[in-house]
């Protein structure tokens, strides 16, 4: 278990993190959601016992930050944004020297090498010079590099930016397989929707503040609205306020409805009844970016 | 930390731009003012006394600019940041990258002196002196090159102060020419310099045989330059980190 306890970064006058409490359960993903600027890189360099000057604590396991920093780095897999990687050597020797750095040395490092290549498709390509790799390769070694010494809790900084779907949907799998094995993983990322396909809970952060912190089920729940999609050429705000409150989404509208099933039902009578040919009509799923933009005012991606 | 030291050294060794600043640069330089400069009215002894542990000394200078843009480079990919988030401790990342730069300056004296050696009959004088005088120099010149590679925002403001450093330390420090022939104010700022006290520390045991007794001051004036410039880079690190991208 991490337990956050009421973390404050000031750099000068600026409140990078004010005030910041929330727990991750073990064996759970937890995704940290929020806008560039909002505090979440400076969250991330904090957990992972980089950024050392901050105000609170922070508790892992039995240990707290403040007096077990070496203990708790042991436990912990950093991957970075930046790719963090010795360009002139092949991914063997950058696993090399990760692995050491981590105190494994030996038979102990080979076989941890072989399986964590396995791990990241890269067995191959070890013995050839990162600077030959495309962008997605690099992002899994980078990966690889944390995983080495089997991290209880392994802290991904947006990792899936500037990558090939393929090499996306392989550190998806990944992150599954360390999921599966007992792995803590803190995923922060501005894709939504990755966020939404991992994690188990999530944190919402804005101008340094946690705006909302759960499990992502009673999340979507709780600020999630019942409603419904509609779009189509002869489709009008207008014509839908009978039907309940319309606010235009995209190319469509969304209506909001607490009976949506029946409200579903009028809207395709209505259009048969006008001859109106909708190119969508569907129940609405609450998303979270739409729980961040009610929270925040906000557009994650704008902000 | 032998991680990092490891790495680091098979980084340098992999940089033929280092080689070429390392060895053939200087040896060029010896080679070409031992020809201008002979037969001049100072002996021959005198004469490559000044000019190659001189000219190893300025050159030892130049591998700050290989610490400067290791050091940015680390900042500027996020690497500082990485590699503080793992168990390794401040000192253990300094000393990792220190040693292979303090190994490579060793090598270079050692290269150049023999070179003198070989080609031009350099004597020596008393080994256990010229080695821990030639300790000194890599300790100070590799000590000097964390402090600036930790404080320098980029690479080309490291490099300019690199060489405002080997080039005016080298003219002011007496390397080029030495400095009872220069001006008595000249003479007085040589002596705040790392330079000086090398080179009459080579002098001292080449031209005079001089033993321990007599360059005990140099080394002691060498050894704590170094350990300040040590102590200025880790004091430096936080703020070095912060500015790692991460």
């Excluded at chain 1, 070694?141 to 900084?157: E, R, S, T, Y």
């Excluded at chain 2, 900042?75 to 990258?97: D, N």
Aim: aromatic content about 10%.
């Amino acid at each position: 278990m991490i337990d956050v306890q009421h973390v404050s970064k000031h750099y000068g006058p600026i409140h990078a993190l004010d005030d910041i409490s929330f727990q991750i359960h073990k064996g759970t993903c937890f995704g940290l959601v929020g806008p560039n600027g909002a505090g979440k890189s400076t969250l991330m360099k904090i957990l992972s016992g980089i950024l050392l000057n901050f105000d609170g604590d922070i508790g892992v396991n039995d240990w707290k930050v403040s007096k077990d920093r070496t203990k708790i780095k042991q436990q912990i897999g950093y991957i970075p944004q930046e790719i963090c990687l010795e360009e002139t050597l092949n991914a063997r020797d950058n696993l090399i020297l990760f692995g050491n750095m981590y105190g494994l040395k030996g038979k102990n490092l080979q076989v941890r090498m072989d399986e964590v290549l396995e791990q990241i498709g890269l067995t191959d390509r070890k013995k050839d010079k990162v600077m030959t790799f495309s962008g997605g390769m690099k992002r899994r070694l980078n990966i690889g590099c944390a995983l080495l010494h089997k991290p209880a809790i392994v802290i991904m900084d947006e990792p899936t930016v500037g990558i090939d779907p393929q090499s996306r949907n392989s550190i998806f799998s990944l992150i599954h397989q360390l999921k599966a094995e007992g792995s803590t993983i803190i995923y922060s990322s501005h894709y939504m929707e990755e966020v939404e396909q991992l994690c188990d809970s999530i944190g919402l952060i804005d101008k340094g503040q946690l705006m909302e912190f759960g499990r992502m089920e009673e999340l979507l729940d709780k600020h999630g609205k019942p409603s419904l999609f509609i779009a189509g050429d002869d489709i009008g705000e207008k014509m839908l306020q009978e039907f309940g409150e319309a606010e235009a989404k995209g190319n469509g509208y969304l209506l909001n409805s607490d009976e949506p099933l029946l409200t579903l039902e009028k809207l395709v009578t209505h259009c048969r009844e006008h001859q109106l040919e909708p190119r969508r009509l569907e129940l609405y799923q609450p998303r979270l970016e739409d729980i961040f933009f009610n929270l925040t005012g906000t557009q994650l991606r704008d902000a | 930390m032998w991680a990092i030291a490891r790495t680091e050294l098979k980084k340098t060794v992999q940089d033929k731009g280092l080689w070429f600043w390392t060895f053939v640069l200087p040896i060029v330089f010896i080679v070409a003012f031992v020809a201008i400069l002979s037969g001049e009215e100072t002996s021959y002894k005198e004469l490559v006394t000044q000019i190659i542990p001189g000219y190893t000394i300025m050159f030892a200078f130049f591998i700050m600019i290989s610490m400067v843009i290791v050091f940015v480079k680390d900042k500027e990919r996020g690497m500082v940041a990485r590699i503080a988030s793992t168990p390794l401790s401040t000192h253990q990342y300094f000393f990792g990258k220190w040693l292979p730069f303090m190994i490579v300056v060793l090598v270079q004296i050692t290269v150049l002196f023999g070179f003198g050696v070989i080609v031009y009959d350099l004597p020596l004088g008393d080994p256990l002196s010229l080695i821990l005088l030639s300790l000194a120099l890599a300790f100070i010149v590799t000590g000097w090159g964390m402090a600036l590679a930790v404080n320098v925002r980029t690479e080309n403001m490291g490099i300019a102060m690199t060489q405002i450093i080997a080039l005016g330390g080298a003219l002011l420090g007496g390397l080029w020419m030495p400095v009872e022939f220069m001006p008595e104010t000249v003479q007085n700022i040589s002596k705040a310099l790392p330079q000086y006290w090398a080179l009459q520390g080579y002098k001292d045991i080449i031209l005079s045989n001089g033993g321990l007794a007599d360059i005990w001051l140099n080394l002691l004036i060498l050894i704590v330059a170094g350990v300040a410039g040590g102590i200025l880079a880790l004091v430096s690190y936080p703020r070095f980190l912060r500015q790692s991208r991460s």
